[in-house]
Nanobody, 127 residues
């Protein structure tokens, strides 16, 4: 029943920006931390960013820190990923995920700590 649907991906030139959205349903969204991961061909799924169930506290991969911002609007059951200063190496399928456990304080960065996954949205950054 729980479902996450991403949107906002596309093709953008290096240095440009995109804002991804993830709409949640089927779970009490406000109780769970949310994360963004990305998948590149031939590579393992990579942690990008996470946000606490209550918002405010966030975590980022070193590769995106200072360029990407995760946020959420619990009233709208939506999490966002604002991506600025995009680089070609950011090209990937970006996937939204919900944590397994409610009300976590420490934000997990491993995929196995998440149990609900979206279908992904493609982000392509050209030179």
């Amino acid at each position: 029943q729980a479902q996450l649907v991403e949107s906002g991906g596309g093709l953008v030139q290096a240095g440009g920006s995109l804002r991804l959205s993830c709409a949640a349903s089927g779970r009490t969204f406000s109780r769970y931390g949310m994360g963004w991961f990305r998948q590149r061909p031939g590579k393992e799924r990579e942690f990008v960013a996470a946000i606490r169930w209550s918002g405010g506290v966030t975590a980022y991969a070193n590769s995106v820190r200072g360029r990407f911002t995760i946020s959420r609007d619990n009233a709208k059951n939506t999490v966002f990923l604002q991506m600025n200063s995009l680089k070609p190496e950011d090209t990937a399928v970006y996937v939204c995920a919900a944590e397994k456990t409610a009300y976590t304080v420490v934000l997990p960065t491993m995929p196995d700590e998440y149990d609900i996954w979206g279908q992904g949205t493609q982000v392509t950054v050209s030179l």
